[in-house]
């Protein structure tokens, strides 16, 4: 079992940055394995897929839309991962999720879909005013 906390969350002006940060915590201390992604949901849309990371931490993917702005990190020592968003869009308005995800081969890339994630933070609201 795996529980995650998201924060940091807020109201920015379009260009800005923020990071918003997750707090991961298993049943039995080491998320070691656990590929962790993030996801965010704007009102009337579903769920998408934005960035995720490799338990190793060695490999990313990222979503089209947020390439060369988002970046995705961990600290596996600490249990964190974290979304730093740099040059924000309006459309990047949403609550954002994190999520963990069991992998079975080391050096695998993460998972993409958001039905491999059955673990899932309450999520944090992230705004962007124009």
């Known amino acids: 079992q795996v529980q995650l906390v998201e924060s940091g969350g807020g109201v920015v002006q379009t260009g800005n940055f923020l990071r918003v940060s997750c707090k991961a915590s298993?049943?039995?201390?080491?998320?070691?394995?656990?590929?962790l992604g993030w996801f965010r949901q704007a009102p009337g849309k579903e769920r998408d897929f934005v960035a995720a990371?490799?338990?190793?931490?060695?490999?990313?993917m990222y979503d089209d839309s947020v390439k060369g702005r988002f970046t995705i990190l961990r600290d596996n020592e600490a249990n964190m991962v974290y979304l730093q968003m740099n040059s924000l869009k309006p459309e990047d308005t949403a609550v954002y999720y994190c999520a963990a995800s069991l992998q079975k081969y080391f050096g695998a890339s993460p998972p993409v879909k958001r039905y491999d994630y059955p673990y899932w933070g309450q999520g944090t609201q992230v705004t962007v005013s124009s």
């Open positions: 298993a049943s039995g201390g080491a998320l070691g394995g656990y590929a």
């Open positions: 990371i490799a338990w190793s931490g060695g490999r990313t």
